[in-house]
């Protein structure tokens, strides 16, 4: 039987085949941890303070266990992966933060997430401030996305060490009155620099660029580069233009450290104390601790904006279409974005809350940060968040926004001139619109 | 060889005529047909692999598919011609092939230098032999993020040496020039050294006595090498030049982590050193969305590597029939 052997080889073969179709073809989901717990998988990005929230919600439900994915984490690098893991179905966190910037494409394709609504989330309306919950509702105002967590009340984060050694008052009161505008501001800037400390007087224009452009639009119409019936208006807001012209005073009375926004160099540079001032989102407060490190704790203080108000960023919790745990994943979103919720992660990382229950609460009024020479962060954020008025966020904001703050950098780098730069911006917005 | 084997006349006889027909019928498709699924697991694996992807990202190509989006529609070759009048597109594949350039030449020339003194009587030859792979098993976003570090405007360490003696510093990132500059030093930190490898493997197999021969002809070092070393490495070097080719023009990871904070998929304001596969993100993922806008623009790349990989083939076939011997050479005119 001479032919018998080879017949085996050939099973074999055909076996061998076989295994690989059948390991290429499925991957195993085995999250269930059979005891009858369930994991819950929050997906962030920054700081959102949910730590002893989480612990809290798993003393009282012992059959959950929650997982946080991403924490610290850059939202350039988080919006592509939540993306793609809601194209591909699979992937994604029970529940997930979208940022208001992006809230408008997600939820133009509203069936990618549960619908809250269905979930008993109306009652909850009145838990926010009115234009947050519109945030997360979707343009029929029959779905809800997303439930609010906090809001970007603004304010300038500054260096008291700097100040001091540039000769300038140090004592926040007196700081937030030397500039009541953004031409004050950069007065006081060139003062500054006169002074010669060996760092700039603020870290980027970009950032900054963005503060003004949300607050001069915040006080106009209430939008900026999309009108509130989607148009492109980058090169016809007069808001947009007036904020593009302060930014270029700033680049050109040399004040900027041109450290790029979120870069290895922005963060060395907390490090190195080198610039004194930074646009001061509440959100970012936690990010300044986190990058300039414990041997920089009372060094900072917080003083007003420049400008006053205004609004920069946000999140929303929402719960994908394609979480395996929903009632229990809403159940949660709920309980972090109640008001005793958000003030639990303000205690932690800041955030300020889009509750004007929790922004009346006495632990945010009266809240004070230590990292910050004990500011009164409570009152300096809180008090123009219940007032604030928000900017609408058109479809393609994020890549539009990219386009004009790109033209900034650009003009800062010295790459090119305002006026070049102005032209780039428009030309690529336009560009980006349409793609 | 099982082709042979089966066309040997059956054996021994089997008892009974039914079941020496049913063995013989089932050898002949065993013989036939078996050859076929021993080679299947490649085939297999490329279809799935290589051939499907392929395909379906050619079809999604031919649509505008929002990654997000429900129902893409079917636009024809509507990405095509946008992205052939893309000003930012045709700016990636400069830049592409720009740092493909600075990085593969340089680097093959190291290799070949580093492997023909591999090759020498050394003290430690394995040593050095091993040390020159070093640098490559570190990972590539560990090497990145380093040399993103190292290359930094005001922090970075090179800025710092050039500025012991008396250089200003380089925009590194933000300079077009110079960010392919340091990108390329990154790849050619990585692979120098394991195409040397390739290449000394392929020296060891070249026989010691033509070099013998040549030296009684008079040739010395640097003719040996040129005249015997290289000629009877061209099938090597060609593998080589292909391999690196594919690596750079996919060029991803290096410029990428090069570049940190918001927009780095950009590779700098103005796009300084995106290479094509950064804007093929850029496109299919954040902040565009745009799947099959991205889709094409991986079919370009597709369509760039192969014309570059086929004059790379050109030039080495070139360069391989002018660095023969003479002797080679005149036969060669009287053919």
Redesign the interface.
């Known amino acids: 039987m001479a032919t018998f052997p080879r017949h085996r080889l050939a099973a074999v073969a055909l076996a061998t085949v076989g295994a690989l179709l059948a390991t290429s073809g499925c991957a195993s989901d085995d999250d269930a941890a059979g005891d009858g717990q369930i994991t819950l998988t929050v997906d962030v990005f920054g700081q959102f303070g949910y730590e002893q929230l989480y612990q809290e919600y798993m003393d009282a439900n012992p059959g959950v266990k929650i997982v946080e994915r991403g924490t610290g984490g850059n939202l350039d690098e988080y919006s592509p992966k939540l993306t793609q893991w809601l194209a591909a179905g699979k992937g994604a966190g029970d529940i997930v933060a979208i940022e208001e910037g992006l809230m408008v494409e997600y939820k133009a394709n509203p069936d990618n997430f549960v619908n809250l609504l269905d979930h008993g989330a109306a009652e909850l309306k009145g838990n926010f401030l009115e234009w947050k919950w519109n945030q997360g509702l979707t343009a029929d105002g029959q779905k809800l996305i997303g439930l609010g967590t906090d809001v970007g009340g603004m304010a300038m984060c500054y260096r008291t060490d700097l100040f001091a050694k540039a000769g300038l008052p140090t004592e926040r009161d007196e700081v937030s009155k030397l500039w009541p505008t953004w031409e004050e501001y950069i007065a006081v800037g060139e003062r500054f620099k006169a002074a010669d400390t060996g760092a700039s007087f603020l870290d980027a224009a970009t950032n900054t660029f963005n503060t003004i452009v949300l607050q001069t639009a915040g006080k106009a119409q209430g939008y900026h580069y999309y009108d509130t019936s989607n148009n492109l208006v980058v090169d016809s807001n007069p808001a947009v233009k007036q904020a593009w012209d302060t930014t270029m005073k700033i680049i050109g009375a040399g004040l900027s450290g041109k450290y790029g926004s979120w870069s290895e160099e922005w963060v060395s540079a907390f490090k190195q104390s080198k610039f004194a001032t930074i646009a001061c989102p509440a959100w970012m407060t936690g990010v300044i601790e986190g990058n300039a490190g414990a041997e920089a704790s009372g060094k900072w203080d917080i003083a007003r904006v420049p400008g006053d108000g205004g609004n920069w960023g946000g999140s929303h919790l929402a719960v994908p279409a394609q979480s395996k745990h929903k009632e229990e994943a809403i159940k949660l979103a709920k309980f972090l974005t109640s008001p005793q919720g958000q003030i639990g992660a303000f205690k932690v990382k800041g955030p300020l809350p889009s509750s004007p229950q929790a922004l009346s609460d006495p632990a945010i009024a009266e809240a004070t940060n230590a990292y910050f020479s004990g500011a009164p962060i409570g009152t300096i954020f809180g008090e123009g968040a219940k007032t604030l008025q928000p900017v609408y966020m058109g479809p393609k904001n994020q890549a539009v926004r990219t386009e004009v703050e790109n033209a900034v950098r650009t003009v800062e780098l010295g790459q090119r001139t305002p006026e070049q730069g102005w032209q780039d911006a428009v030309n690529n917005a336009k560009k980006a619109a349409a793609k | 060889m ?1 082709l042979q ?1 089966d066309a040997r006349p059956p ?1 021994a006889p ?1 008892p009974g005529r039914s079941r020496l027909s049913r ?1 013989g019928r ?2 002949r498709i ?1 013989a036939k ?2 050859p076929y ?2 080679i ?2 490649f085939f ?2 490329f279809a ?2 290589g051939a499907w992807p392929l395909a379906y990202t050619f079809w999604v190509s031919l649509h505008d598919w ?5 129902n893409p529609t079917f636009i024809g070759a509507d990405n095509y011609t946008r992205l052939l009048a893309d000003s930012d597109f045709w700016h990636s594949v400069v830049n592409t092939l720009g740092i493909f350039l600075l990085s593969t030449v340089p680097q093959l020339l190291l290799a070949l230098w580093l492997a023909n003194l591999l090759n020498r009587q050394l003290r430690m030859r394995t040593g050095w032999r091993m040390a020159v792979l070093v640098p490559n098993v570190t990972s590539t976003a560990a090497v990145a ?1 380093v040399f ?2 190292l290359f ?4 970075g360490m090179i800025n710092w040496l050039l500025d012991l003696v008396g250089i200003d510093g380089i ?1 590194w990132k ?1 300079n077009r020039f110079a960010s392919w500059v340091a990108i390329s030093t990154m790849v050619d930190w990585r692979w120098t050294g394991y195409n040397a490898l390739i290449f000394l493997a392929a020296m060891q197999a070249i026989p010691r006595d033509l070099y013998e021969a040549a030296a009684i002809d008079g040739a010395n070092r640097a003719r040996q090498f040129w005249s015997v070393t290289v000629p009877l490495l061209k099938p090597t070097i060609i593998f080589c030049v292909i391999i690196s080719t594919i690596g750079g023009l996919q060029l991803f990871t290096e410029p990428r982590l090069f ?8 590779g700098g ?2 796009r300084e050193s995106q290479t094509m596969t950064m804007y093929m993100f850029e ?1 299919a ?7 099959g ?1 991205g889709s094409a623009v991986a079919w370009l790349l597709f369509a760039l590597i192969a014309i570059v990989a086929a004059i790379n083939v050109l030039i080495i076939r070139r360069l391989g029939s002018s660095a023969r011997p003479p002797e080679a050479k005149r036969k060669g005119g009287f053919r």
């Not at chain 2, 929002?66 to 429900?70: A, C, E, H, Q, R």
């Not at chain 2, 930094?152 to 922090?155: A, P, S, T």
């Open positions: 099982a084997l054996t089997t063995a089932l050898s065993d047909y078996s699924l021993y299947a697991p297999v694996i799935i692999f929002d990654l997000l989006g429900s993020i993103g570090v930094g405007r005001e922090f925009e933000s570049h940190s904070g918001t927009n780095a998929i950009r304001p103005l496109n993922f954040a902040p565009y969305y745009n799947f806008y």
